[in-house]
């Protein structure tokens, strides 16, 4: 399973966005000792993320964070921008980081529906299949710089994919600058970054690094510390 590795550099604070069990920011190379905080909407898997004594957690909506204006040098999410309407997103971003700051996020590519609607078929699982036709809607929606849908039959929940020209249109729209996306279609996810543009002090704040690797899933670490100790 690949997954990412963040680079942060020196910061007064962190906000992972739509932190998951908070493994993003507590496997990531951190420069000095920055105030952490993690957010997601599951409450549930917030009691699992509470093991990291370094970072603050706290259940919210991706798109009505609880912090004030110009709260965050740096803002970090691993795929959990799909999970949320792509422009309202990026905006709430744009209000809590700071003059300066900047972002490193992932996306869905459109990879990941066309792996996922062949494997759904095969089994019969036919709704699934129909919710990924939807992601890819939104996906096309956000490309073509027009407002995504919530599902129809549940408002309540909300998925999309993304291209590289559609995230970058929306994080310039909410006022974003130098933004950059990693291309790869050979990969499920891609990345991007952006400053906040600091007009009154042109001041800004070292951006987030980040490479990709293989995260192992519980059984095959155990197999691979199996080998390893049999060699």
């Avoid at 957690?57 to 709260?71: I, R, T």
């Avoid at 710089?145 to 309540?156: D, E, G, R, T, Y």
């Avoid at 729209?173 to 990345?191: D, Y």
């Amino acid at each position: 399973m690949r997954s990412v590795n963040v680079q942060i550099p020196s910061a007064r604070r962190v906000l992972d966005l739509g932190c998951g069990t908070g493994w993003v920011v507590a496997e990531a190379d951190i420069s000095g000792h920055p105030f952490c905080v993690g957010v997601d909407y599951s409450v549930d898997v917030l009691q699992e993320a509470k093991r990291h004594q370094s970072i603050a957690f706290a259940a919210a909506d991706g798109l009505m964070l609880p912090f004030p204006a110009d709260c965050f040098d740096i803002v970090v999410g691993h795929v959990s921008m799909p999970y949320m309407n792509t422009e309202k997103a990026f905006a709430e971003i744009y209000r809590v980081m700071t003059p300066g700051g900047s972002f490193f996020l992932t996306f869905h590519s459109f990879r990941h529906i066309w792996e996922r609607i062949p494997m759904s078929a095969r089994r019969g699982h036919w709704k699934d299949v129909i919710f990924s036709m939807y992601a890819g809607i939104n996906g096309v929606l956000n490309h073509f710089s027009l407002p995504q849908m919530q599902a129809w039959w549940n408002k309540k929940i909300f998925e999309t994919v993304n291209t590289a020209r559609g995230v970058h249109n929306a994080a310039c729209k909410a006022g974003f600058s130098l933004v950059s996306t990693e291309h790869s279609v050979q990969r499920i996810f891609f990345a991007a970054t952006a400053r906040k543009p600091n007009p009154e002090t042109g001041e800004v704040l070292p951006e987030p690094g980040w490479s990709i690797y293989c995260r192992l899933r519980a059984e095959a670490r155990a197999r691979a510390m199996t080998t390893t100790a049999g060699a």
